[in-house]
């Protein structure tokens, strides 16, 4: 009876190992502990070196000011309209300079004006992948990305990824080029060249 009792327990203790070691391999998740990798658009963050483009949303808050503290949409032109000043051109800055841009600006209506700009949804500047991902789908590039951190953030290869195979596709004027990831390679620390930094409208095809 002893005997028995022990084997059970023994197979019991084998079983939940074996389990443990199958979900945390199957389990993808990120350094910050989130479970998607996905930064939704709405809470995107942008660095100082973020470039503002068409149709991003910003909010400018003027300090004790609320009728020139707004939340606006870049429009097409690339402009933004605020109380008192009319249209300010906000794509191809950073929100420092736009900041800076507004402040200087509103010194001729107001003492001391103090100026936050703040991005709220990045919609200008994406980055697309496709095929044998976790999850494919479309992700703000509010920051300097390159494609083994899109791959990342993604979620990861899926099992039957041809990860030799990987394609950036990028359009340059009117031509689209196409460069090669070889996953294979980069994990084992070769060819790290390869690993190229996104930029806006690439797709990344995982074949």
């Not at 870049?74 to 794509?91: C, T």
């Not at 340059?172 to 690993?195: M, S, T």
């Amino acid at each position: 009876m002893r005997r028995t009792s022990y084997m059970l327990f023994v197979i019991l203790i084998f079983t939940a190992s074996a389990i443990g070691q199958t979900v945390a391999k199957n389990s993808f998740r990120l350094p910050d502990g989130s479970k998607d990798g996905r930064l939704p658009v709405r809470q995107a963050e942008a660095t100082e070196e973020f470039t503002i483009g068409p149709e991003d949303v910003l909010s400018i808050t003027v300090w004790h000011e609320p009728d020139l503290t707004n939340r606006v949409t870049v429009r097409p032109d690339g402009k933004i309209g605020i109380p008192l000043l009319n249209d300010v051109q906000a794509s191809g800055l950073t929100p420092k300079q736009l900041q800076e841009r507004i402040t200087e600006d509103l010194k001729r209506f107001l003492s001391e004006p103090q100026v936050s700009v703040v991005v709220q949804e990045i919609h200008s500047q994406i980055v697309y992948i496709t095929g044998a991902i976790a999850r494919p789908g479309a992700y703000p590039l509010g920051r300097p990305l390159t494609v083994m951190e899109l791959l990342v953030r993604a979620g990861g290869l899926a099992e039957f990824a041809k990860s030799e195979e990987i394609q950036i596709v990028r359009k340059e004027g009117n031509k689209l080029n196409r460069f090669r990831f070889n996953y294979k390679q980069f994990a084992e620390g070769k060819n790290y060249q390869q690993d190229i930094p996104l930029r806006s409208g690439d797709m990344i095809i995982v074949p």
